[in-house]
């Protein structure tokens, strides 16, 4: 991402916090974040190694991110690949769409790159990916006045390359401008550094440019602060937005800003951007922080019969689940806790495709799949659970 960074950082306090007033089914959603989701998410975004835009490790990745809103029901027809020329072939982003009640037209987007360069880029930007995988999970079943995209770049490292064909080809065509875009909310490096104290987020606003959009952005990123102050522990700090993919959206006018980590890592493009020293803590709060902001621009409802609904339908982590032998061969064993009655097994292949699919069987018959890695998708009554599995004949 930003491989020079000086940050000219102003202490907003309660600094705009009339912009935005708590509401509590708001609160509730973001509470339902999960560490272990998050945890999982980083973890499996970095067992794809260096996901380097234009390798099979970067279309694996990209894979495994649509397996994902598959598995929390969201549908084939919701989900699109935009290719875009790199090298001698392409890469892909991934947009995946959430019709608005009241203003389908027009779209909020979340955003984050999935590309990285040199190591596994747990931060830089297996973080802002995991926070939009679990923004996507939550918000599957409540209604939003606006109609939300959230969508993955890849190419951001080689100079915001699919943030910028998206763009220029796909929200604006030469001086056409065809999607009506309330906002784009950025989510790039929230890893933090092991040991640091991680309680403070830049939410960044746009100072340059497009002058036009300035005052929008600034309104947009004030509503960001205080959204986090009231959806998370998270205390915040305004700095400047550049060098992410929000930029390419500066350029055609639209309104952006994003979160940044305050106390800088130092280790983006580097072998040192791992699991082992990211705090998947502070990722979870930015979760929290992200959740609470995403429903504010996007009006998410407030109604206690609609909280009640979704909570009911949200994805929630199945308590006790073990998936055996890992690699499989033949056969594959799915163990639940004994209180789970019902329950329902899918295997995607890393294109997305259903292979296989029983109901309450502990013992699946794999013989016949090919050699390869497959999402696992565990569903029942208190929610949905996947897992990665390599079949090894």
């Known amino acids: 991402m930003k491989k020079i960074a000086v940050f000219l950082l102003t202490s907003l306090a309660l600094q705009g916090m009339d912009a935005q007033n708590f509401i509590q089914a708001y609160k509730t959603r973001a509470d339902w974040v999960t560490q272990a989701n998050i ?27 649509k397996n994902k809103y598959l598995s929390y029901g969201y549908a084939a027809g919701d989900i699109v690949e935009n290719p875009f020329p790199y090298g001698n072939g392409n890469s892909k982003n991934l947009i995946i769409t959430k019709t608005g009640t009241l203003y389908p037209n027009t779209y909020v987007i979340i955003c984050g790159h999935y590309d990285t360069i040199v190591g596994p880029g747990v931060s830089d930007n297996g973080s802002g990916t995991s926070i939009i995988l679990e ?3 939550i918000l599957k079943n409540v209604p939003t006045e606006y109609s939300i995209k959230f969508i993955h770049f890849s190419g951001e490292e ?7 064909y998206y763009t220029n080809n796909v929200a604006y065509t030469g001086a056409t401008r065809n999607l009506d875009i309330k906002v784009v909310f950025n989510i790039d490096q929230v890893g933090g550094q092991i ?8 939410c960044e606003r746009d100072t340059g440019g497009t002058p036009s959009n300035n005052a929008a952005s600034n309104t947009a990123t004030q509503e960001l602060a205080a959204c986090t102050g009231l959806y998370s522990p998270l205390q915040t700090s305004i700095s400047y937005a550049y060098s992410s993919d929000y930029m390419p959206f500066e350029a055609k006018g639209y309104t952006i800003t994003g979160f940044y980590e305050y106390l800088r890592s130092e280790n983006e493009h580097t072998t040192a951007d791992t699991f082992a020293n990211i705090d998947p803590v502070y990722v979870f709060n930015v979760g929290k922080a992200a959740v609470g902001a995403l429903q ?8 206690t019969n609609a909280l009640s609904t979704d909570e009911s339908s ?8 073990k998936v055996y032998p890992n690699p499989a061969k ?21 294109s997305g495709n259903l292979v296989l699919s029983s109901e309450n069987k502990a ?15 565990i569903k029942t009554d208190t929610g949905n659970i996947s897992r990665k599995v390599i079949i090894e004949k």
């Open 195 to 202: 040991g640091n104290n991680n309680n403070t987020i830049i």
């Open 39 to 65: 945890t999982a998410n980083l973890q499996e975004f970095a067992a794809f190694g260096i996901k380097k835009t234009g390798t099979p490790a970067n279309t694996n990745a990209m894979n495994w991110i």
């Open 135 to 137: 923004a996507a999970r």
């Open 330 to 350: 033949d056969v594959l064993t799915v163990e639940l806790d004994k209180k789970v009655r019902h329950f329902s097994v899918e295997i995607h292949d890393m």
């Open 363 to 377: 013992k699946i018959d794999t013989s016949g799949l090919e050699n390869g890695v497959y999402t696992v998708t």
């Open 314 to 321: 949200v994805q929630k982590p199945v308590e006790t689940v």
């Open 296 to 303: 504010h621009f996007a009006v998410a409802s407030t109604s």
């Open 158 to 164: 080689e100079g915001l390359l699919g943030s910028k």
